[in-house]
């Protein structure tokens, strides 16, 4: 593994398939032109809109969203996190919240089906029942082992608040963990930032969150705050409130020192 520069997306979807394809995919050209090898895209990054739209529209969604994903990876020569898009799962009328990571030549590396669902009702008056048209994941993600981006684990938004599943990354080896989200704004202004930096910090890993930003549709509004954070839990770049792109070098010395600096891995009593 070499130094590379990692890029974390940041958009606002909307209720528009190929509205937000497009705007997908002129936030990688950037990424790639300001030099990005590894490029994640948020949750619900080709559709965000109301639940029973989601799950009519799933089929087109699912098949025009990996399409999408591995041609962008082919034609501009990098790997792409799909940071997460729904998925059908047979008679069941609910969707697997997805996310996949594509390699240059457009083939799939790895999939992860979101595990813990987001039911719950937010203080500010919002509640949001995942479940209704969710279909949770019963694995743990996976850790693919790349030569040259160092080992990618993978989770999912509302995943972050479960640091059980980030171990069980680290156990596996990951130095670079996706948390794409969607996270809501009223959480994400306490949560969103300590959550990421715990993570990093408590697995020395680096941490790459795609985010989505802004209102999204009726009162549906995200938090934003794309971010790369590195082992020690150092925030390398932040991408504000508005869409566009964090990007940050994850570099394999930083890596190594950090895990010298601080073994706490190696320190772990109650494995
Ligand atoms: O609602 C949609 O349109 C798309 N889905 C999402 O945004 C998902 C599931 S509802 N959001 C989260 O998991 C937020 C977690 C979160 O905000 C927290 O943990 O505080």
Redesign the pocket.
């Known amino acids: 593994m070499k130094s590379y520069l990692a890029a974390a997306i940041q958009m606002t979807s909307v209720p528009d398939l190929h509205r937000n394809l497009a705007q997908a995919e002129e936030l990688i050209d950037l990424a790639v032109r300001r030099g990005a090898a590894l490029v994640g895209l948020p949750?619900?990054f080709s559709f965000?809109g109301e639940e029973k739209d989601k799950l009519a529209q799933g089929e087109t969604i699912a098949t025009e969203s990996e399409q999408f994903l591995k041609k962008m990876a082919q034609r501009f020569q990098v790997t792409i996190l799909g940071g997460s898009f729904p998925v059908p799962v047979d008679n069941t009328g609910k969707v697997y919240n997805t996310t996949i990571l594509i390699d240059p030549s457009g083939e799939e590396l790895a999939r992860y089906y979101k595990v813990h669902l987001?039911d719950v009702n937010v203080p500010d008056g919002n509640t949001?029942r995942?479940s209704s048209t969710v279909m949770a994941g019963n694995q743990l993600p996976s850790v693919y082992f790349s030569e040259k981006l160092g080992n990618i684990g993978l989770s999912v938004?509302?995943d972050v608040?479960f640091p059980e599943l980030y171990r069980h990354l680290s156990d596996k080896g990951a130095d670079v963990i996706f948390v794409p989200?969607?996270?809501?704004a009223f959480?994400?202004k306490d949560?969103w930032q300590v959550l990421l930096q715990a993570r990093a910090i408590e697995n020395t890993s680096y941490i790459i969150a795609p985010a989505q930003t802004g209102t999204h549709y009726d009162r549906?509004q995200t938090h934003g705050h794309a971010m790369i954070i590195d082992p020690w839990g150092v925030i390398l770049a932040d991408a504000g409130e508005q869409p566009g792109i964090a990007i940050a070098e994850i570099n394999p010395s930083r890596l190594e020192q950090v895990r010298r600096q601080m073994p706490s891995l190696q320190h772990r009593v109650f494995s």
């Open positions: 949750e619900n965000m987001f949001y995942e938004c509302y608040r989200a969607a996270f809501t959480t994400g949560h549906r």
